[in-house]
């Protein structure tokens, strides 16, 4: 006999198991769904019935805009070329959410029909949801025919648009629907995986959602599992989460419906945790803040029951703490709180893995540190001399009262211990910068002071030797130490002292021009002309070009041309004329006109020319033949 205790227990583990288990560290948050709806917006204002459609699937209260989106709808339903299924689905959805007082044409209405063969599932995805919007019923004959029907075309075309569209019809059909469910898994193992990390349907986000939307819908309906394995499911959230910036309504609204869809099934759905803020947590009070929603941000239903988390530094793999619990705050559910202060944590990095009932996640964080100052001492002395110069303490962030004096013999030395406030243990920071302002320039210049070995930072000047950086420009500079590290929360610049400058030369003029001194206007160049032969040789040369043309009618006055043939009838003078005009037009296209106006004038004289031409061969042939 098997106890009936055990089967209870055994059932209740299986259920927990079937739960899903993986995390992802982000989600749709408000800014992204902000953004999303300024798309929604943006679409209802647009002049395009599809976008337009979306757009009111998304906005609330608008039953005040209807007097201007339904005289604006009906007019694009007219002049669009969109199929007549597709725009009528747009039209009737949009009547009846905004709620139109008119009602839809009878024509409309009647080309709105399911009692026909269908030869895409597209087409009967619109006709049927466009159907129910006018709302009426759908016997069970018709769903009996709608699913064979469908069952002919995804034999036919088993494309991702003719099986996603193919699956959001027969989630409507219910129990009949049910042989289009086959398709499901080998649509799914036809997806794209991008780099291990994600996965996609050839076409982008509309395609992948309406293949992934229609497949969750109709697994739904029949009450089946989820379609796809949880490893795929997070996949394809990585692919739909990287989609967020979508600006095609159409798209945001696929990408909402997806995540939706998605999260509403808790056996495959990963749930979101995230450390709230940059991750960088402040030494005063070490509280990390945990999120945990769901992929659009909203609390999980119901809520998870218990979130503790162990915390280890990166470098040393040490615990700082084990399974601590966290508090939910009060003020918002979805937020978790770990309280690091009894830990004492020093400053690092940590990795934060969290526990929320079956889920587990690891997320990075950064505990910042602060720094203090151990001791400052500065002083003048002798640059060739090795005998001990003499010291003052500083106190931070105190400014050393009296004025310090440097000539190019001397040297400065300044050093300094900078310790972690919570360990006090001399400490190594990414930047430390001894920086010297001239007072009256501005201009500075900037030293990296170095740790040396008992871990204190030291900056030794030797005034002679610098003289160049500073561009020999005596005076008096203000002498600043600047500590920087990302891991500090108090990074400062602390102003230690003044001190006068003597060097030995005189500064060079160029030096005088400050460094950030305006440059000159960049002005565009166009490109300098080729170099040219001097005026003589070319026109030398356009002479000799000439030359044939005179010998030309020296030969022709030699020879005794004879023009008394030429017949003075308009087409042999126009002819003539017209072709005189040419030949000059080209001499001025030569000297000064551009190519476009030489066209310009060329086409008139060319038809009147080739008219006169014409004309002229015509009559000499004539006179000819009689
Ligand atoms: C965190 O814990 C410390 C001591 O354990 C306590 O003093 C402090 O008030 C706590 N902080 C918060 C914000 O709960």
């Known amino acids: ?76 339903h007219k002049e669009s070329k969109l199929n007549d299924f597709e725009k009528n689905f747009y039209l009737v959805n949009i009547y009846k959410k905004l709620a139109c007082p008119n009602p839809i044409s009878e024509s409309i209405q009647s080309a709105i029909s399911l009692k026909k063969e269908f030869s895409n599932s597209q087409e009967m995805f619109f006709n049927y949801q466009s159907t129910r919007a006018l709302g009426f019923q759908i016997v069970d004959e018709i769903k009996t025919a709608l699913a064979k ?27 009949t629907g049910a042989p289009i469910a086959d398709w499901i898994e080998g649509a799914f193992a036809q997806a794209d995986e991008i780099g291990g990390k994600m996965l996609q349907f050839e076409g982008g986000l509309s395609v992948t959602a309406l293949v992934l939307n229609g497949a969750f819908k109709l697994t739904k309906a029949l009450k089946k599992p989820a379609p796809i394995t949880e490893e795929q499911t997070y996949k394809f959230v990585t692919y739909l989460l990287s989609r967020r910036s979508v600006q095609i309504p159409k798209g945001a609204h696929v990408l909402i419906e997806s995540l939706a869809l998605i999260s509403a099934d808790k056996t495959v759905s990963p749930i979101c945790v995230q450390i709230v803020g940059n991750g960088q947590i402040q030494p005063d009070s070490p509280l990390v803040h945990v999120k945990i929603v769901d992929l659009l941000g909203k609390p999980l239903s119901p809520h998870v029951s218990s979130v503790s988390a162990t915390v280890t530094a990166k470098q040393s793999s040490t615990p700082l703490v084990t399974k601590q619990a966290l508090i939910s705050k009060s003020s918002d559910k979805t937020v978790f709180e770990l309280n690091l202060s009894s830990a004492k944590p020093v400053r690092g990095l940590y990795d934060v893995q969290i526990f929320a009932d079956q889920y587990t996640q690891t997320l990075g964080i950064k505990i910042l540190g602060k720094v203090k100052v151990k001791g400052l001492e500065i002083g003048v002395g002798e640059s060739d001399s090795t005998s001990a110069l003499k010291k003052q303490t500083v106190e931070y962030p105190n400014k050393l009262s009296e004025e310090l004096n440097a000539d190019a013999q001397q040297k400065v030395i300044l050093r300094v211990t900078l310790a972690d406030e919570a360990t006090g243990q001399p400490m190594t920071v990414h930047q430390a910068f001894i920086r010297l302002q001239h007072k009256e320039t501005s201009e500075e210049i900037i030293f990296v002071a170095e740790q040396d070995t008992s871990k204190a930072y030291k900056f030794d ?76 040789v070319s026109d030398l040369f356009t002479g000799l070009c000439i030359v044939p043309l005179l010998v030309l009618f020296v030969l022709w006055s030699k020879l005794k041309v004879n023009l008394s043939d030429f017949p003075f009838s308009l087409s042999a003078l126009g002819f003539h004329l017209g072709f005189g005009a040419i030949l000059s037009l080209f001499c001025l296209f030569f000297w000064k006109l551009n190519m476009f106006d030489t066209i310009r004038y060329l086409l008139p004289l060319a038809l009147a020319t080739f008219f006169f031409g014409n004309r002229l061969l015509r009559s000499i042939a004539a006179r000819k033949s009689s």
Request: net charge neutral; aromatic share 10%; with cysteine.
């Open 1 to 76: 006999m098997v106890n009936p205790g055990f089967l209870v227990v055994f059932c209740l583990s299986f259920l927990v198991f079937t739960e899903a288990t993986k995390t992802i560290d982000s989600h749709l948050s408000s800014a992204d769904l902000e953004r999303l709806s300024g798309v929604f917006d943006d679409a209802l204002a647009s002049s395009d019935i599809q976008s337009i459609y979306y757009g009111a699937m998304h906005i609330k209260d608008l039953q005040k805009k209807h007097s201007v989106l339904c005289p604006k709808v009906t007019q694009l």
């Open 149 to 175: 029907n469908l069952q002919t075309i995804v034999r036919k075309d088993d494309s991702f648009a003719s099986l996603g569209y193919a699956f959001h019809v027969a989630a409507e059909l219910g129990a």
């Open 461 to 536: 000047m030797d005034v002679g030797a610098r003289s160049a950086d500073f561009g020999h420009n005596s005076g008096l500079y203000s002498m600043d130490l600047i500590v920087g590290d990302a891991s500090l929360s108090n990074s400062f610049k602390w102003y230690v002292a003044d001190i006068q400058l003597k060097f030995s030369s005189q500064p060079k003029v160029a030096n005088k021009t400050p460094i950030r001194s305006s440059r000159p206007e960049i002005v565009h160049q166009f490109r300098e002309p080729e170099k040219r032969p001097a005026r003589f």
